[in-house]
């Protein structure tokens, strides 16, 4: 089975920065999509940003030019860099891949969501 481990979360104050990581472990044959959403307290999980396997990103509106995604498929990695933070990005945040894996030499789509980390912007 695939599994994502977070870290990088945390409290910061306005206008700081936080860089959050995402690795997957498993028999990943490939990748399609990795991302970050994000879930705030009465609130639907939302996209923070999404990067395909070649390379191509989108974002939410709210995370255009303050966010950047980034991701290794190489080492099952994925990055979000974020900057310029205010409160209304206080959220539990989510790692999510998309891909193929093959633990009984057996080809099989998967699609798996880390655990989540707590980032909180206050001053």
């Known amino acids: 089975q695939v599994q994502l481990v977070e870290s990088g979360g945390g409290l910061v104050q306005p206008g700081g920065s936080l860089r959050l990581s995402c690795v997957a472990s498993?028999?990943?044959?490939?990748?399609?999509?990795m991302g970050w959403y994000r879930q705030a307290p009465g609130k639907q999980r939302e996209l923070v940003a999404r990067i395909a396997s070649g390379g191509s990103t989108n974002y939410a509106d709210s995370a255009k030019g303050r966010f950047t995604i980034s991701g290794d498929n190489a080492k099952n990695t994925l990055s979000l860099e974020m900057n310029s933070l205010n409160p209304e990005d206080t959220a539990f945040y989510y790692c999510n891949v998309r891909g193929v894996e093959r633990p009984h030499m057996v080809s099989s789509p998967f699609n798996v969501w880390g655990q989540g980390t707590q980032v909180t912007v206050s001053a």
């Open positions: 498993g028999s990943i044959v490939s990748i399609v999509t």
